[in-house]
């Protein structure tokens, strides 16, 4: 089943995607706004993670396609944990034209209508670096996350070592914010 939002559609990942992922991922811009690892990716090294990853049920990856069917960037959710229903999640939209006009509320709104709602999830939680503005905007005050901690000095980038902030969500805490916003207009 894909995953519909109001301007973006969750599909699962093809072969044929591994390109622009690894675009994404070898881009200095977007790798210096997450917490991942440094390194130059090759394509058989993409082509290989998307043989690992395609059957993991444990942690779901999703392209993020506009109603024109373009691929935009990847969300997940990670960590899967069955008994206490939670999850990680994470969010790039490589494209810098589709930033900064409400695709990626799109995307954390319907990522967090699919865990709770079809998933049976009850929190969600993410880590965003110190200074990613963007992605603080994002969930703090635009999708209902709460700051729940500091991983103080986690992440180590540009000679210099940055704190993680810990966000999360409860399945309460969506339904209140869906109370105020009505963002799906139900
Ligand atoms: C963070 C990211 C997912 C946000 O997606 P987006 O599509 O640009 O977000 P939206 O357009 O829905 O904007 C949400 C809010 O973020 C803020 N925002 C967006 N871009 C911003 C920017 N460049 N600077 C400051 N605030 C910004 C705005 O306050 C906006 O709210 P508004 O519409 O009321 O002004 C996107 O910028 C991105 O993928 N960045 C690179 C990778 C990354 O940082 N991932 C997240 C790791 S935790």
Redesign the pocket.
């Known amino acids: 089943m894909n995953i519909y939002g109001k301007m973006i559609k969750l599909r699962a990942l093809e072969l044929e995607d591994m390109e622009y992922l690894r675009e994404i991922i070898n881009d200095p811009e ?1 790798e210096s ?2 917490g991942g690892w440094s390194f130059p990716v090759s394509k058989k090294e993409q082509e290989d993670w998307y043989y690992k990853i395609y059957n993991d049920k444990r942690n779901l990856r999703f392209a993020i396609e506009t109603k024109e069917d373009r691929i935009i ?1 990847m969300a997940d959710l990670r960590n899967l944990d069955w008994k206490n229903k939670s999850a990680s999640h ?4 490589g494209n810098k034209d ?9 995307v954390v709104m319907t990522i967090m209508r699919y865990a709770f709602n079809e998933l049976g999830l009850n929190r969600l939680e ?3 670096l110190d200074y ?4 603080q ?2 969930y703090l ?2 999708c209902g996350w709460k700051l729940e901690g500091r991983r103080r000095k986690s992440i180590y980038k540009n000679n210099k070592f940055h704190d993680q902030l810990i966000a999360g969500i409860l399945k309460e805490e969506y339904e209140e914010l869906l109370l105020k916003t009505n963002y799906w207009g139900e």
């Open positions: 977007i706004l997450v960037g994470g969010l790039k939209i589709y930033r900064g006009k409400g695709y990626g509320t799109d993410c880590y965003i990613n503005i963007a992605s905007k994002l005050e635009k």
